[in-house]
């Protein structure tokens, strides 16, 4: 309990501390203090508080040699230390991580800021010594030291197995139960994918089995990372062929819509694979068919030779569409369209008769992603949490005015900085409730998602599952959400070179209007907000920096100039960004505008930071005097 928790301030200057005390003793902390960076290791010497509040500049020790000697003790190496200075946040906080401080704030004190930082802190230590209590406890039980072994190597034996089916993330969810056992028969409603590699017969019998070693391994690891992405399940692969499913074991909305964009990444990615070899004059190219249907599931094999397998018509028909579709064609069932539609477009090209099927089968050739399909979506639920928080439902803004309605946006708020998407829900207890325990913080928990959901009045909206809570995201649109994929965008045509040069206007005006300020703020302060809020900022001066750097590569200085512009009036603290714009003034010949900048910056950082320009901000400045 924080109340209980006992915390040691280490600062030369008594006001400091006297400032430091009166802010944690009115939250109901117990505070001790020291002087200098020597009493404090003399006090940690004889007695242990639970955090430590740490100044950078004292005149014996400084914070950092302080910190070191904290951590080279294995009785201190991991008691909570935050440090304290005026001086640059961007330098100093790496000095301060290196000598092993776990958070750092910065002078003038944010008070808000401070107490959440103390209390994510203090959450984690109390966790962490549960831990440590726990293992104690279950260290005196195991007292068959060759069964937890023997428990452990079959384990990993396990997870070892279930890799080669799944990616790494989704296995260990499996093995930890979090997942249901895909190894158990069932029913279940699936979408097959198989790929075939047209001309692979051909091209091994002309090569080396060297060649064709190299050629399989390639196409199998950049054909497992998509599978992987998309979050589909590798079935098995034989020699060229590879099925992967979707829907099973972790269940999905529109599967085959997650289908088809696999399967048309990995045409993409398949076309840069094989080029070399058709310049070789070597015929190499992927079919793809796509099948959705009812399959049985489960364990194929005897003894320990036991596979993952799928068995059932939507497989064959997957098997014999990869074999219709020409080289570089995908092609999908009837069903598996109907599904996908909305956001695929494709060509019903012809009724084929398929061997093993006894009557003719609809066959749709995908042509595409439906390139406005995000545009044309009506959400029926809209999240702003940039620069605001609002929420409208069915186009109409709700307002918010009784007080009962506070808890349960808290808890929208904390599930959005989360991620939205499959939440543990204990983690939402802990930040909301963390005074909280056992079946009373479950029955709050339930208690405000029945109001949110109330509140929100969409069916299906959040969903609970597995002990983890989600936004809907076929119902759902976040700007934090449509920000991250501005932003990944940008950063795949940067990758891409001159390519998306004519279009790097509309992508600054898109994200410019997106990020219409910080994330959540100033509505909440919590830890997990500011962790997520200082993400998108730095995810947005990213973008910014990319876009800008391509403007500034043709010489676009004034179109840079207002890019650097409108950005700092949503973030008046990058540094960075004022350097650019001062670079791209001097361009433009216009030295008094660059230090009307570089004055703004000095100011802006000395009243909100107590920190003063960096030598490379220096250096820019010196070279437009």
């Known amino acids: 309990m924080h109340e209980q928790a006992v915390i040691l301030i280490v600062d030369d200057i008594a006001a400091n501390r006297n400032f430091l005390g009166d802010i944690l003793m009115s939250q109901g902390y117990r505070v001790k203090a020291a002087s200098g960076g020597e009493e404090a290791l003399r006090m940690l010497g004889n007695e242990r508080p639970d955090l430590v509040l740490l100044d950078v500049l004292m005149p014996d020790l400084n914070g950092y040699e302080v910190c070191k000697q904290v951590r080279s003790d294995p009785a201190t190496g991991l008691l909570p230390i935050i440090m304290v200075t005026a001086l640059d946040a961007s330098q100093e906080r790496v000095r301060g991580l290196e000598a092993g401080a776990d958070d750092f704030v910065t002078k003038p004190i944010n008070q808000a800021e401070l107490l959440a930082r103390v209390r994510s802190l203090l959450r984690i230590k109390s966790l962490y010594d549960t831990v440590q209590t726990q293992a104690g406890e279950l260290a005196k039980l195991n007292t068959n030291l060759a069964q937890r072994v023997a428990q452990q190597v079959s384990e990993l034996q396990r997870l070892e197995q279930l890799k080669r089916f799944f990616s790494p993330t989704l296995a260990q969810h499996i093995l930890e139960g979090d997942v249901d056992d895909p190894m158990r028969t069932r029913r279940c409603e699936v979408t097959v994918v198989l790929l075939d590699l047209r001309g692979f017969t051909a091209f091994a019998d002309i090569a080396e089995p060297e060649e064709v070693m190299t050629l399989l391994r390639t196409y199998r690891a950049e054909m497992g990372k998509l599978i992987d992405a998309h979050e589909g399940t590798l079935e098995r692969f034989t020699g060229d062929a590879m099925m992967v499913i979707f829907n099973d074991p972790v269940l999905m909305e529109e599967s085959a819509s997650h289908a088809v964009r696999m399967a048309l990444a990995m045409q993409a990615r398949a076309g840069e694979i094989l080029q070399s070899y058709r310049r070789q004059g070597i015929d190499l190219d992927l079919g793809i068919g796509i099948a959705h249907g009812y399959a049985t599931i489960g364990n194929i094999g005897h003894g320990s030779h036991l596979t993952y397998g799928v068995v059932g018509r939507v497989t064959n028909l997957a098997s014999r ?64 949490t940039l620069g605001q928080f609002k929420l409208t439902v069915q186009d109409q803004a709700l307002v918010f005015s009784r007080k009962t309605q506070r808890k349960p946006l808290d808890l929208l708020r904390m599930l959005i900085a989360h991620g939205g998407v499959r939440v543990e829900a204990a983690a939402l207890i802990h930040d909301l409730w963390p005074d909280s325990e056992g079946d009373a913080a479950k029955v709050t928990f339930d208690s405000t998602l029945y109001r949110l959901r109330k509140l929100v009045g969409v069916e299906d909206c959040l969903i609970l599952a597995e002990g983890k809570l989600s936004l809907n995201q076929t119902q759902c649109w976040i700007d934090a959400w449509a920000l991250d994929a501005l932003i990944a965008k940008i950063e795949r045509l940067n990758e891409a070179g001159d390519a998306g040069r004519s279009i790097s206007n509309e992508l600054c005006r898109d994200l410019l209007k997106l990020y219409a300020g910080h994330f959540l703020a100033p509505e909440s302060n919590e830890s997990s907000v500011i962790t997520a809020r200082d993400k998108l900022k730095a995810k947005f001066i990213r973008a910014i920096s990319i876009l800008g750097a391509r403007m500034e590569a043709h010489r676009q200085w004034d179109q840079a100039a207002s890019l650097y512009a409108r950005a700092l009036e949503l973030d008046n603290l990058a540094e960075g960004l004022y350097r650019r714009l001062m670079i791209a003034y001097r361009e433009q010949g216009e030295p008094a505008q660059a230090l009307n900048v570089y004055r703004r910056c000095r100011d802006m950082l000395s009243v909100v930071l107590g920190a003063k320009p960096s030598p490379e901000t220096e250096m820019v400045r010196a070279s437009v005097e």
């Not at 695929?344 to 090209?349: D, F, G, I, Q, R």
């Not at 398929?354 to 809209?382: D, S």
């Open 321 to 384: 569409l990869s074999r219709e579709a020409e080289p570089g064609e995908v092609l999908v069932s009837a069903s598996a369209f109907t599904q996908c539609e909305r956001s695929v477009t494709a060509l019903e090209t012809r009724q084929v008769n398929l061997e093993g099927f006894v009557r003719p089968i609809a066959v749709f050739r995908v042509l595409g992603l439906r390139k406005t399909a995000i545009q044309e979506q009506r959400w029926p639920v809209r999240i702003f």
